[in-house]
């Protein structure tokens, strides 16, 4: 069984630095590309980031793009969020996603969401 | 302002259909074969539902099916049920620079 499982959230003040993990099992982790959507309060979902399989191709929506980086360590089946100069609107719940096999801008499997809150 | 538009709302009695409609243009939607729909339930994870604009997930109710027309995506709910009730989101890819685009959401509410 697909298991995603996010880890690390917590409050952190405005300007400040949180850093995000995902555990995945129950598929081969090298051979597919993750995901980061997150979700604001009583919001829609929102496009983050995204890591090719082998870690050396990474995408970013405008809005994290140079405070937040993508990585992943294969050998632990873990990807990660650095976010850096967190902003107020950076507050939201962040799911991990794995992509579909045939369907690469499809997420087929989330894990539970980790929340991650920005305030003073 | 998400980049895909769909209705905020929509319902329909059990055993009926709903069309959720997902609207957007020649660089998302229009321009791939690269819809998805989620569904979401309150407090849990999306769930996907429909993906490539009409196929469906193994596990997935052949009530929930999936087309496009130009510029706008729909999701048809046939023969509804309680447990539909939920958020439904869609996506698209949106080409390199914008990657993946989500819909603002629609609150489908069995009556």
């Known amino acids: 069984e697909v298991q995603l499982l996010e880890s690390g959230g917590g409050l952190v003040q405005p300007g400040g630095s949180l850093t995000i993990s995902c555990a995945a099992s129950?598929?081969?982790?090298?051979?597919?590309?993750m995901n980061w959507v997150r979700q604001a309060p009583g919001k829609g979902l929102e496009w983050v980031s995204t890591?090719?399989?082998?870690?050396?191709?990474?995408y970013y929506a405008d809005s994290v793009k140079g405070r937040f980086t993508i990585s992943r360590d294969n050998s632990k089946n873990t990807v990660f969020l650095q976010m850096n100069n967190l902003r107020v609107e950076d507050t939201a719940i962040y799911y991990c996603?794995?992509?579909?096999?045939?369907?690469?801008?499809?997420?087929?499997?989330w894990g539970q969401g980790t929340p991650v809150t920005v305030s003073s | 302002q998400s980049a895909l538009t769909q209705p905020p709302s929509a319902s329909g009695s059990p055993g009926q259909s709903v069309t959720i409609s997902c609207s957007g243009t020649?660089?998302?939607?229009?321009?791939?074969?690269?819809v998805s729909w989620y569904q979401q339930h309150p407090g849990k994870a999306p769930k996907l539902m429909i993906y490539?604009?009409?196929q469906r997930p193994s596990g997935v109710p052949d009530r929930f099916s999936g087309s496009k027309s130009g510029y706008t995506a729909s999701l048809t709910v046939s023969g509804l049920q309680a447990e539909d009730a939920a958020d439904y989101y869609c996506?698209?890819?949106?080409?390199?620079?914008?990657?993946?685009?989500f819909g603002g959401g629609t609150k489908l509410t069995v009556l």
């Open positions: 996603a794995k992509v579909h096999i045939t369907s690469p801008r499809t997420y087929d499997c």
């Open positions: 129950g598929f081969t982790f090298n051979t597919y590309a």
């Open positions: 890591i090719n399989f082998s870690g050396d191709t990474t």
């Open positions: 020649s660089s998302d939607v229009g321009g791939y074969n690269s």
């Open positions: 490539g604009v009409t």
């Open positions: 996506s698209s890819y949106a080409g390199s620079n914008s990657f993946v685009v």
